[in-house]
């Protein structure tokens, strides 16, 4: 069942309604992904259709106007949506990523203020991690107290989704050497968008620079980051997604690796049979692959089933770092199966695949890109520590 958002954004209240629309939104990106790859053409007709859909508001809590769904929806969207395009299922990360942050951080006042407007259709934006710092924590942007307000001074990169914002929300310190997150009009004074991101995958999702030159930031809508003790839900949440991204890229290179080999690509000579698909070494490698891409889908539902299940009892530190444990065991094995399936379509494919006109590299590209995101070999050593040693991991929004 759908309701319409005061300006006329749908409101996804069911969860097959949340996978329907989810699905036409692939269907539209599915036609013209690997073209806009190729020229680096934004899906801006497919963005307008996600906020129209309803499809931003889908975990914006119920007494807010919003879907109020479960992760396990939202990851599915995501999952489906980055099969067809991952680009454009990366855009909107942080934009749930955020509402999650509001969701534990804001204020019933900030609720008010801010939820109307995402399930009306408006987008989040992120002003990112900055990039001549010592890691991706350290915060050198400063909103400071002027004489007429607020203002907040820095430069952003890896900023996701903001291009195509109408809320652009990044983190600062005030003048107390306090980590704060600001939420600013796409159109302030001063906030200025570069786009500039020029990484080999994910082209399309314009994650460049935010330029931030005494931006007035509304004292109202400045919240303060948590404590690294306070028990979260930040984290798993974000990396769920992440991972949903990733399994979307190893399915839709899969299903693009087997239509390629059944009407594409030629059998090797020795293996005696008039057609690629009917190569016996072909067979066992499909299938130990498809295992694999099966095994890492439904670790990722039962991720989201986790989630689901500790968001809907009292948080404390052991449920968090539960919750965080089984995203990283999720993260861990689409991240694997995202860039094995990307590579193998093209060693099954043959040397055609690697023609331009299939543009067939942009998978693994994507892959690569979206899985430097965050190390899984640190999802590993979480994973270990907490089954050995009864070590949490740490409380961050990569974990």
């Known amino acids: 069942m759908n309701v319409s958002g005061s300006d006329g954004a749908e409101v996804i209240i069911d969860e097959r309604q949340a996978i ?48 109020g769904l479960p992760y396990r929806t939202v990851a599915e969207v995501f999952r489906l949506i980055s099969a067809a395009d991952p680009s454009l299922g990366q855009i909107p990360q942080n934009h749930f990523g955020l509402i999650q942050f509001l969701r534990e951080e804001g204020t019933p006042a900030q609720h008010r203020a801010l939820f109307p407007l995402i399930v009306a259709g408006q987008r989040l934006g992120n002003g990112g991690p900055e990039k001549n710092t010592r890691h991706t924590r350290d915060v050198q942007a400063r909103l400071t107290q002027q ?79 948590p404590s690294a003790n306070k028990p979260s839900l930040r984290g798993p949440v974000s990396q769920l997604l992440q991972a949903a991204i990733d399994a979307g890229i190893a399915r839709g290179a899969f299903e693009q690796a087997c239509g390629f080999i059944r009407d594409h690509s030629r059998p090797w000579i020795d293996a005696g049979v008039a057609r690629n698909a009917e190569d016996a070494q072909l067979l066992a490698d499909v ?50 199966a995202a860039l094995k399936v990307s590579e193998k ?16 590299d942009r998978h693994w590209r994507n892959a690569r890109t979206h899985t430097l995101h965050d190390p899984v ?3 590993y050593h979480a994973i270990g520590n907490y089954a050995l040693n009864a070590v949490f991991p740490a409380r961050h929004a990569w974990i």
């Open 287 to 336: 299938g130990r692959v498809w295992t694999e891409l099966t095994a890492a889908e439904a670790l990722l539902r039962r991720a989201a089933s986790t989630l689901d299940d500790t968001a809907s009892r009292p948080l404390d530190a052991e449920a968090a770092a539960r919750a965080s444990i089984a995203v990283a065991k999720a993260k861990a094995l689409t991240t694997e």
């Open 20 to 67: 329907a629309a989810a699905k036409r939104l692939a269907e539209l990106a599915i036609t013209d992904a690997a073209w806009r790859d190729s020229e680096r053409i934004y899906p801006l007709e497919a963005l307008s259709l996600f906020s129209r859909s309803g499809l931003g508001s889908l975990s914006v809590p119920k007494e807010y106007g919003g879907g």
């Open 345 to 360: 379509l093209l060693e099954w494919g043959g040397s055609r695949a690697t023609l331009g006109e299939h543009n067939l």
């Open 147 to 225: 004489p007429d307000g607020l203002r907040l001074t820095g430069e952003k990169f890896y900023s996701t989704g903001a291009l195509f914002a109408d809320i652009v929300v990044t983190t600062a310190l005030n003048d107390r050497g306090e980590a704060v997150m600001a939420f600013m009009p796409r159109e302030a004074s001063g906030l200025t968008i570069v786009d500039d991101w020029s990484g080999m995958g994910q082209r399309t999702t314009a994650s460049g620079t935010v330029r931030l030159t005494k931006v007035p930031v509304d004292p109202a809508l400045v919240v303060p980051l």
């Open 377 to 379: 070999r640190w999802k």
